[in-house]
């Protein structure tokens, strides 16, 4: 009897467009973009435009370090933006040359994340990422 070979796991995740550095690059990374969103923005800061392109997507799990990296290298260091994604097990938000990785559902850790992303520019209603 042949066995079925296992399901590759995948991450998920939202990247803005707009929070792309000028001149930054999101290569080498097999995305998946599973769709794309035009929103108007009521909360969005000084620095950043009432309109986002959100580039919903999926990447094998085995890839998360390698994303992070390179997610890390392209976002703009200024305007208050970061990029999250979740494997089954974890969360990951990353900014311009940072980035955290917890345990689901970890409170502390989602609250020390938070704190750092106050102090380079989020408002506090765009700390709405999911674990």
Not at 87 to 103: D, K, N, S
Not at 104 to 123: F, K, L, N
Request: some cysteine.
């Amino acid at each position: 009897m042949a066995s079925t070979p296992p399901a590759h796991r995948t991450l998920n995740g939202v990247l803005i467009s707009e929070s792309l550095r000028v001149g930054g690059e999101l290569s080498g990374v097999p995305l998946q973009l599973t769709a794309i969103e035009r929103i108007a923005v009521g909360d969005a800061t000084a620095d950043q435009p009432r309109h986002w392109t959100l580039l919903h997507f999926r990447a094998p799990e085995d890839t998360v370090g390698q994303l992070a990296e390179a997610l890390a290298n392209c976002l703009a260091p200024t305007g208050g933006w970061y990029v999250d994604f979740s494997t089954t097990t974890e969360t990951y938000v990353v900014f311009a040359g940072r980035v955290f990785r917890y345990a689901r559902g970890d409170a502390a850790a989602r609250a020390e994340v938070q704190a750092y992303a106050r102090s380079v520019g989020v408002p506090e209603s765009q700390l709405d990422w999911k674990d």
